[in-house]
């Protein structure tokens, strides 16, 4: 059954520091997400991207924060310059067909930033 | 209270009993969502309920919505230990935005 990637699964960083956070959704999707869970929280929407643009960003997705799909493949989600509270566990989702049709979600990528 | 609150916070059952999750939410939605997060790690979707739907079954789950109410409840039956997970509603209220407005959800322990 098709799924969707994440890479890495653990990423350790310096406070300032720029990542680049990667997925692969699954492959006859058109929708993809960013979402993102601060440890003990609920799940947090950061950003919708269809038809190779930002659909809707939340107030957490600031400047600091970028999307990009490079390729018929892969969607990434940037952080310029890392703070302490982006430590999250950051999860990347896709759905055929809006929110209308279920969105399914990546393993994460557990963020840390020192 | 926010979008899409879950209720209880927690739940410790025994291994076989059936469990109840609720969860309400505040404006009309298009469609609601639950899922499954094992400590940790990604989150499993469950089922989708549409807004003209009232009752969905898969497997041991059945899910009902009441949107008069504007409430959702999750029913697993004949629990397992490895159904001891966190388990969130998320619900889209429609519109281009496609989001998902997720609840804290329930922790929910099947003792064996």
């Known amino acids: 059954e098709p799924e969707v990637t994440q890479t890495p699964s653990h990423q350790v960083t310096q406070m300032g520091q720029e990542v680049i956070l990667r997925c692969v959704p699954i492959?006859?999707?058109?929708?993809f997400y960013w979402y993102r869970q601060i440890l003990g929280q609920k799940v947090e929407f950061l950003v919708s991207?269809?038809?190779?643009?930002?659909?809707?960003k939340s107030e957490i997705f600031d400047d600091q924060f970028s999307v990009e799909r490079p390729d018929g493949s892969n969607f990434t989600l940037k952080i310029r310059s890392t703070k302490l509270e982006d430590s999250a566990m950051y999860f990347c989702?896709?759905?055929?067909?809006?929110?209308?049709?279920?969105?399914?979600f990546g393993p994460g990528t557990r963020l840390t930033v020192l | 209270s926010q979008q899409g609150e879950e209720d209880p916070q927690a739940l410790s059952i025994q291994e076989g009993e059936n469990a109840t999750m609720n969860c309400s939410y505040k404006?009309?939605?298009?469609?609601l969502q639950w899922y499954r997060q094992n400590s940790g790690r990604g989150l499993v979707h469950l089922i989708l309920?549409?807004?003209?739907?009232r009752e969905k079954h898969s497997g041991r789950l059945r899910v009902t919505l009441d949107t008069s109410k504007k409430s959702s409840s999750l029913l697993i039956t004949a629990s397992r230990a490895a159904d001891t997970a966190s388990y969130f509603c998320?619900?889209?209220?429609?519109?281009?935005?496609?989001?998902?407005?997720f609840g804290k959800g329930t922790l929910l322990t099947v003792n064996p």
């Open positions: 991207f269809y038809n190779n643009e930002i659909s809707e």
């Open positions: 492959s006859n999707h058109l929708y």
């Open positions: 989702a896709s759905s055929r067909a809006g929110g209308v049709d279920t969105q399914y």
């Open positions: 309920i549409r807004s003209n739907e």
């Open positions: 998320a619900t889209y209220s429609g519109g281009s935005n496609y989001k998902l407005t």
């Open positions: 404006t009309s939605i298009n469609n």
